[in-house]
């Protein structure tokens, strides 16, 4: 199954379906956007980024759309396996902010 | 190294108690980045460190915590009289710059204060 529209906490799908994870973020100077995946007990591990001049980028299985206009960011993960169980923070910098602003996090569990 | 190390991995403590959390980022890494993550919540911004400039403090909760940054590369964060809402885990990431790139983390140290 698929989610999309408002963040969720927590997502369950089934192995093989597809999961959008979202994600909303608030500065509009933000210029780099990153999707982060965090597995039990390790720290965070960047996934894939996103530049504000772009709206999708692809990587392997994930893609991330990027949505300027309503300040909106997903996470598009294809043929969900159940490594893919984790929990997934969206992260946002503006040009000159060394550092990121991280959200509250989405609990990806799949079910075999 | 290979990675971010952070030691101790796990590190109980008494209330009142002074910590020191050390983290070793990747070689050449110019930024390094402290948070600290609650459980079952997301990543607080504590302080991070570019080159040789002055450090960006404006995310440490009270003055009983402090980080330095020897030599450009290793980083101690330490909490003084330690509190039990300090109990958390404290991540540490590095990165090549701070324009458009993405961190690198560590494991983190699980700190709990009893």
């Known amino acids: 199954g698929e989610s999309v529209g408002l963040h969720l906490p927590t997502l369950s799908v089934q192995e093989g379906d597809n999961s959008i994870i979202n994600c909303a973020y608030s500065?509009?100077?933000?210029?780099?956007f990153i999707w982060y995946k965090q597995e039990s007990g390790k720290g965070p591990q960047f996934i894939i980024d996103?530049?504000?001049?772009?709206d999708k980028r692809q990587g392997q299985r994930v893609t991330v759309l990027l949505n300027k206009t309503v300040k909106h960011l997903s996470l598009q993960i294809a043929a969900t396996q159940p490594g893919d169980s984790a929990v997934y923070f969206c992260a946002e910098r503006g040009t000159n902010a060394g550092k990121s602003t991280f959200g509250d996090g989405t609990t990806l569990t799949v079910k075999p | 190294g290979a990675g971010v190390s952070q030691s101790p991995s796990n590190k109980v403590t008494e209330k009142g108690k002074d910590v020191e959390l050390r983290c070793d980022p990747i070689s050449g890494h110019t930024a390094l980045y402290w948070y600290r993550q609650s459980l079952g919540q997301g990543l607080e911004f504590l302080i991070y460190f570019q080159g040789n400039s002055a450090p960006d403090k404006s995310g440490l909760p009270s003055d009983r915590f402090s980080a330095e940054r020897t030599g450009g590369s290793v980083s101690t964060l330490t909490i003084q009289r330690t509190q039990q809402e300090d109990s958390a885990v404290y991540l540490c990431?590095?990165?090549?710059?701070?324009?458009?790139?993405?961190?690198?983390f560590g494991s983190g140290t699980r700190l709990t204060v009893v």
């Open positions: 500065n509009s100077a933000s210029d780099y």
């Open positions: 996103i530049r504000s001049n772009m």
């Open positions: 990431a590095s990165s090549l710059g701070t324009g458009g790139l993405g961190y690198t």
